[in-house]
Antibody, heavy 120, light 110 residues
Framework: EVRLLESGGDLVQPGGSLRLSCAAS????????MTWVRQTPGGGLQWVST???????YYADSVKGRFTISRDLSKNTLLLQMNSLRAEDTAIYYC??????????????WGQGSMVTVSS | EIVLTQSPGTLSLSPGERATLSCRTS???????LAWYQQKPGQAPRLLVY???SRATGIPDRFSGGGSGTDFTLTISRLEPEDSALYYC???????????FGPGTKVDIK
């Protein structure tokens, strides 16, 4: 059974850093693109970052240069290092697995989410 | 950048009725790049439809996706009380790489 479990969310001051983890089970993250999506307090879903099976990374313009997506393959875990955090980064962060269909991106499994609050 | 517009903002219907949700895109899309999700309060989004018309595993057949070009639809043929939720469409662009979600449609079952 595929499972994704996020951790690492916290209250952090503006300008601070945080690292989110997403422990995967039931499949190898080495074989699938993995993505972080966040949901703001207003409710909208925003794509944050994707890492492909080959390790290529992509970022939304709003986080480029501040966030870094990576994988710890030995632990089958997806990571998101977030630096220079801003109030507008406050959101629930979900990790998601891409579906099996190649050449497109949709997300067939999601974690339960990890809350990040940026506030002084 | 492709913009997704969902309508209506809220749909209030009775059990057994048919719901038609719209996702309009600012540019022509390949069907392969359009998906639909359901989200209930306190839960993560759940994949309903991918590649515009393919139902995800375990999704009841009362959910169906359709459309092409710039107009896509999610139809719930016979509403049940548990269908009360937010519904999002999602698109993928390859160059530059970008994933975009629509603003969502709220479905209330009276």
């Amino acid at each position: 059974e595929v499972r994704l479990l996020e951790s690492g969310g916290d209250l952090v001051q503006p300008g601070g850093s945080l690292r989110l983890s997403c422990a995967a089970s039931g499949f190898s993250i080495n074989n699938y693109p993995m993505t972080w999506v966040r949901q703001t307090p207003g409710g909208g879903l925003q794509w944050v970052s994707t890492i492909t099976a080959t390790g290529t990374t992509y970022y939304a313009d709003s986080v480029k240069g501040r966030f870094t997506i990576s994988r710890d393959l030995s632990k089958n875990t997806l990571l998101l290092q977030m630096n220079s955090l801003r109030a507008e980064d406050t959101a629930i962060y979900y990790c998601a697995k891409r579906g099996f269909l190649d050449l497109t991106y949709y997300f067939d499994y999601w974690g339960q989410g990890s809350m990040v609050t940026v506030s002084s | 950048e492709i913009v997704l517009t969902q309508s209506p903002g809220t749909l209030s219907l009775s059990p057994g009725e048919r719901a038609t949700l719209s996702c309009r895109t600012s540019q022509h899309l390949s069907r392969s790049f359009l998906a639909w999700y359901q989200q209930k309060p306190g839960q993560a989004p759940r994949l309903l439809v991918y590649a515009a018309v393919s139902r995800a595993t375990g999704i009841p057949d009362r959910f169906s996706g359709g459309g092409s070009g710039t107009d896509f639809t999610l139809t719930i043929s016979r509403l049940e009380p548990e269908d009360s939720a937010l519904y999002y469409c999602q698109h993928y662009e390859s160059s530059p790489f970008r994933v975009t979600f629509g603003p969502g449609t709220k479905v209330d079952i009276k």
